[in-house]
Every structure is written in structure tokens, then in C-alpha cells.
């Protein structure tokens, strides 16, 4: 029979994992999962960012549930992102949006050796685990990857 956590334990699990998050890294990671192609992960980094308050991540979010064609799950997101009284607007973001297609358009992303295989690396789990986070010196590594291109 599993043991129960009480209220305090949990308070001090989630007191833990709150101090622990770094919320820019998983928005990173997140990006990293997406253009490796685990959309389905990067959701859940973003999500993660997203709910601690990473605007960038609700964007990305935003985008992710738009090309998919969730437009009820994209609205939702982007107010998300647009709550704060400081939030963009909807010019700011339309301008974006058309440079991003620009770029979709004309740029092409050239892959860095050695990059691919550390976020397969992250992203590729036995089926018992639930979460794989990545380590501290996941920077230092992806730093010496682009440095070797």
C-alpha cells in the first residue's frame, strides 16, 4: 500500500519544485523539443513556463494550437498572454506573426551537429518515466555544440 502524503508534505513539494524552476530554461527547452520534432513535449515545457507566468511560452502555445487549428485552445492562450496591462496587443502581435511566416517562408534553419543528439538524448525516455528534466549543465553542452560548428 502506497504511503500518503499529508498537506504539509505537499506544500513543501510544491515549495521545492517552485524554487527549483528555472521558467526561462524550460521555455528553451521547449523550443529545443519542438524544432527536434516532439511538438508533444515542448508542449508540456511550455505549459510549464506558460503557467508560471513565461509570456513567451503562452505565445509559443498560442502559435502551437493555431497551425494545428485549435483555434478555441490559440485564443485561449493568446488572452493569456495579453492579461497583463502590459501585455502586447493585438497590432504588435499581428506584426509579429507576419514576420514569423516571413521567415518560415525564406530562411532555412541549418542543423548543428551534436544538438539534435543531446535533445533526443532528453527527449527519449523509458515508458516507466513520467518526466525527464534536464540537467544544469545541459547549457554548457549545447554551448559547446554550437561552438563546434
Known amino acids: 500500500m502506497a504511503e500518503e502524503i499529508g498537506d504539509e508534505d505537499t506544500v513543501a513539494l510544491h515549495e521545492a519544485s517552485t524554487e527549483d524552476l528555472d521558467v526561462d530554461g524550460a521555455q528553451v527547452f ?3 523539443l519542438y524544432l ?3 511538438p508533444e513535449s515542448a ?18 502555445l498560442y502559435l502551437h494550437h493555431l497551425e494545428l487549428g485549435e483555434l478555441k485552445e490559440a485564443r485561449q492562450w493568446r488572452k493569456q ?4 496591462i ?3 496587443d493585438d497590432v504588435f502581435l499581428n506584426i509579429i ?3 514569423a511566416g516571413y521567415v518560415r517562408r525564406h530562411c532555412t534553419a541549418t542543423p548543428v551537429p551534436g544538438l ?3 535533445v533526443e538524448r532528453l527527449a527519449t525516455r523509458p515508458s516507466g ?3 525527464v528534466l534536464p540537467e544544469r549543465e545541459l547549457a554548457d553542452r549545447l554551448q559547446d555544440c554550437t561552438n563546434q560548428h
Open 30 to 32: 521547449a523550443c529545443m
Open 36 to 38: 527536434a520534432g516532439h
Open 43 to 60: 508542449c508540456f515545457w511550455w505549459q510549464l513556463a506558460a503557467g508560471a507566468g513565461h509570456r513567451v511560452a503562452a505565445y509559443c
Open 81 to 84: 498572454l495579453q492579461q497583463d
Open 86 to 88: 502590459d501585455g502586447p
Open 97 to 99: 506573426e507576419h514576420f
Open 116 to 118: 539534435t543528439e543531446e
Open 129 to 131: 518515466d513520467v518526466l
